[in-house]
């Protein structure tokens, strides 16, 4: 049985910095892991990914420049850093992977691009 596991999440000030990891137990071949977040009264919103053979990187607008996603393919793992964190970064922050390979960039910055997602990590920033 396969889960995902994130961590990190916490509460940090406005211009702070938090690390979530996310690690996957279990047998698990995946193509590409990604983050998503969600927070009350907002869509459902795509955040960073990065595929296992290449490492292409995909980043939100939103983030860019100030958010890096990185992995380990050996360990299953995957990192965001947050930098110059945001109120507006206040979320669930979902750790996902996907089995599949595809090409291109719909399926790596869409929810439906994934099969595996974890529980979910708090990030709050205060301002």
């Known amino acids: 049985q396969v889960q995902l596991v994130e961590s990190g999440g916490g509460l940090v000030q406005a211009g702070g910095s938090l690390r979530l990891s996310c690690a996957a137990s279990?047998?698990?071949?995946?193509?590409?892991m990604g983050w998503f977040r969600h927070s009350p009264g907002k869509l459902y919103e795509f955040v960073a990914a990065i595929r296992t053979s290449g490492g292409s990187t995909y980043y939100a607008e939103s983030v860019k420049g100030r958010f890096t996603i990185s992995g380990d393919n050996a360990k299953n793992a995957v990192f965001l850093q947050m930098n110059s964190l945001k109120a507006e970064d206040t979320a669930v922050y979902y750790c996902?992977?996907?089995?599949?390979?595809?090409?291109?960039?719909?399926?790596?910055?869409?929810?439906?691009?994934?099969?595996?997602w974890g529980q979910g990590t708090q990030v709050t920033v205060s301002s």
């Open positions: 996902a992977a996907s089995t599949r390979l595809t090409t291109g960039t719909y399926y790596a910055t869409h929810s439906d691009g994934y099969d595996y």
């Open positions: 279990g047998t698990l071949s995946s193509y590409g």
